[in-house]
């Protein structure tokens, strides 16, 4: 498995690179946690984000809650094809709260 990496770009987007499953979703919870902006939108870029699991869709879905009450999303910004498959599958490309961003992954 490869590990997982949340970390506030220079553009004040939040990268999470790696996987995220069960095992680290909690980890993940708490990265966003600690760097999400106070106001305006979260932007994730998930170009480096090759695995994504029901625990990591879940802490997204509890972490939007309080987001969109205040008016704000979380922009998911160039998800790869497969997590792409994954956010539209369980329908959070429709959800209340979610953008997600029709940019490609940089190619590798």
Known sequence: MTDLRVE???DGRIG????????????LLAALQALMPASGDVI????GLEYLDSSGIRVLVNLVRPLSES???FV???P???VRRVLEIVG???????ILDAH???PS
Request: charged residues 25%.
């Open 44 to 47: 994730l870029d998930l170009s």
């Open 71 to 73: 008016g704000r999303s």
């Open 16 to 27: 999470v690179t790696g996987e995220v499953d069960l095992a680290n979703a909690d980890e």
């Open 104 to 106: 490609e992954p940089p």
């Open 80 to 82: 790869q094809p497969n």
């Open 92 to 98: 959070l490309d429709r959800a209340p709260g979610f």
């Open 8 to 10: 506030r770009m220079v």
């Open 76 to 78: 998911l910004t160039s």
